[in-house]
């Protein structure tokens, strides 16, 4: 079978099937340079692009030596690494080097999400974009589901007992600043069956229906939660099932290690600039009490070098 043709039958396949990344693949550019996918897969996202948006230099990184096997010779670059360890790097001809980074539902398995997002800063072409997609953990269901006293693990989905890391859209910006990220724009994933119309009424909300009303009638006790603050502006946020995330280069990361313990992430979250910061949190600050005046300390020593760079 020649090249073109493996190539067709493996985006093929995946459309057949109704799950190829489009809504990944139209953030992308037409005739867009130099895409590295971190956890290719079947590699269907990186030739539909190529082939249905003109796109050029393909490359990816695959922990599965049975998912590179099967790219074998139709991608410009692909490398069986696991980015999380410290002896994983790709050559230094490649720093500085993506236009687009893509990670679709690859995160949720990933260790060391700052880790590997300090290795995107690195990758990245100055002017580039990071474009990440994750499980929304503050979906509707999610919250039921945890609510009710229950947390599935199944697999496939949202659920899938191979995720090992959860994120909001608050997370997801303080993990992008950790990396030197700032992020540009979001996009929450909302399903098809919600009445938009209903959703795009702007309404103070201080009261959170779940199952949602939005989604017309449904076969579950309606929960009603009384929040502390207006949650209207950021309602879609409970509707998305994932959430759609651009990251660009804002600064050159202070470290670039495998993440460590010692007040690290706390000093971080106390400085990050969160455009969703004025919603105040439901409880306190997720530090260990014994250890929040050292994050201080070591929050205000990290602000202070940040200002100097």
Not at 100 to 125: C, G, Q, R
Not at 228 to 246: C, H, K, Q, R
Request: aromatic share 10%.
């Amino acid at each position: 079978m020649d090249k073109k043709k493996r190539k067709d039958e493996i985006v093929d396949k995946r459309l057949e099937a109704g799950n190829y990344r489009h809504e990944i693949a139209m953030q992308v550019p037409e005739g867009s340079t130099r895409i590295f996918e971190y956890g290719f897969g079947d590699g269907s996202l990186l030739l539909g692009l190529e082939r249905d948006r003109g796109c050029r230099e393909m490359y990816g990184v695959e922990v599965s030596p049975h998912a590179i096997a099967q790219m074998d010779g139709l991608l410009d670059g692909a490398w069986l690494i696991d980015l999380n360890k410290p002896d994983a790097w790709l050559e230094e001809e490649y720093e500085n080097f993506f236009n687009y980074i893509l990670a679709p539902m690859s995160l949720e398995h990933t260790y060391d999400p700052w880790y590997v997002l300090k290795k995107f800063n690195k990758y990245l072409a100055h002017g580039g974009k990071v474009i990440l997609q994750v499980p929304n953990a503050q979906s509707w269901t999610c919250l039921y589901h945890v609510l009710t006293g229950d947390f599935p693990y199944v697999s496939g989905g949202t659920w899938d007992y191979t995720h090992i890391r959860w994120y909001t859209l608050k997370s997801l910006v303080d993990i992008a600043f950790v990396a030197g990220f700032k992020v540009e724009m979001y996009i929450p994933e909302i399903p098809n069956n919600v009445d938009i119309a209903r959703l795009q009424e702007k309404r103070e909300m201080h009261v959170l229906r779940l199952p949602p009303p939005e989604l017309g009638e449904m076969d579950l006790k309606p929960i009603d939660i009384a929040m502390p603050y207006d949650i209207g502006e950021t309602y879609p946020l409970f509707l998305a099932t994932s959430l759609i995330v651009t990251l660009v280069k804002d600064r050159t990361p202070e470290d670039c290690a495998p993440t460590p313990r010692d007040c690290y992430l706390e000093s971080y979250r106390l400085i990050t600039p969160n455009p969703l910061a004025h919603n105040p949190p439901l409880i306190a600050h997720p530090i260990v009490p014994s250890g929040f005046q050292r994050s201080l300390e070591k929050a205000k020593r990290l602000h202070e070098k940040m200002g100097k760079s």
